[in-house]
């Protein structure tokens, strides 16, 4: 597709090789075979580290806080361990294949977008992953033990827990991969106003509505506690959001000098063309136009020495 933009498009009238209407179907089709490959990678390398660290034993060590060492989970049908795994599987290989999937996404888009809307890519992809494991990381130490103490203390007189491995894992997994998701708010902020959506002065004018949001949030994915887990989750939101500004304020800053330094050369460019475009001053000379053929001579009349 590349050689093709390159080659056959950017003749004639469509100097800025623009892909006709079936040609960004056919690139669009393979942007997706390429990101399903990454997915079906990422979930061979995800159920090679499932089992070699025991990823099931990691995510029941929360519950075995709570019911002791010796706590299993219970199975309702002969395929649930099966389908547990693959769950575990897909979601480790799609949180691998994810920088791969969101490239291919970007560089479908790439050809729209600005040099320095596409110099944000790499800084956006590592950033998020950073920012994904740290949201990963909080929601499992912190947020997950809380919650399965509130959940168990409910009733706890008349209801005995005999959890079910496939809802229990599909719990843990959805709240921790929500955190990792929360946690990406800096890259939005920083991709918005990358290519410029969003400017530092609205999200500062924004701030006390973002703070109510936030609370909300916080408080609807933090059950049990309302003011330790609440504070907790809102803390750290806050400061992603202020973080997220600061990403929007840098951004400007160097949109705005990349503007100021093109102004810049067009002044200085200004008076070379005014020069090179003056008309020629002296005694009986008038300012003409660009040289035509008829300024050398009628090209039609034949030479004198020709017509005698």
């Known amino acids: 597709m590349r050689r093709l933009r390159e080659g056959l498009l950017a003749r004639g009238n469509n100097p800025r090789a623009e892909m006709p209407f079936l040609d960004h179907l056919e690139e669009l089709r393979w942007r997706i075979l390429w990101s399903l490959l990454a997915v079906i990678v990422g979930a061979l390398a995800g159920l090679f580290l499932v089992l070699y660290f025991d990823v099931a034993h990691l995510l029941m060590q929360p519950a075995r806080e709570i019911f002791g060492p010796d706590f299993q989970l219970d199975t309702l049908a ?18 691998i294949a994810s920088p791969l999937v969101l490239y291919q996404v970007w560089g479908f888009f790439s050809p729209a977008l600005e040099k320095h809307e596409k110099r944000a890519l790499v800084p956006a992809l590592v950033l998020g992953l950073v920012l994904f494991v740290l949201g990963v990381a909080m929601g499992y130490f912190i947020a997950l033990p809380i919650t399965l103490e ?11 827990p005999a959890w079910t491995a496939n809802f229990y894992f599909s719990f843990v997994v959805q709240l921790l991969v929500v955190f990792g998701l929360i946690f990406e708010l800096p890259v939005v902020v920083l991709l918005l106003s990358v290519l410029g959506l969003i400017t530092p002065a609205f999200l500062r004018s924004k701030r006390r509505h973002a703070i109510v949001a936030l609370l909300v949030l916080a408080s609807v994915l933090s059950p049990g506690d309302v003011i330790l887990l609440t504070v907790l989750m809102t803390v750290p939101l806050i400061l992603l959001y202020e973080f997220g500004i600061l ?28 020069v090179a475009a003056a008309p020629a001053e002296g005694p009986g000379e008038t300012a003409t136009s660009d040289p035509t053929p008829y300024s ?12 005698q």
């Open 78 to 95: 002969p395929q649930s361990s099966f389908f547990v795994l693959l769950q575990l599987t897909l979601v480790v290989g799609v949180v």
């Open 150 to 160: 509130f959940f168990v203390g409910l009733l706890s007189d008349i209801l005995q």
């Open 247 to 274: 990403l929007s304020a840098l951004t400007w800053r160097k949109r705005d000098r990349a503007a100021d330094e093109a102004d810049a050369g067009e002044e200085m460019d200004a008076p070379e063309d005014s």
């Open 296 to 307: 050398y001579g009628d090209p039609a009349r034949k030479p004198e020495t020709e017509e």
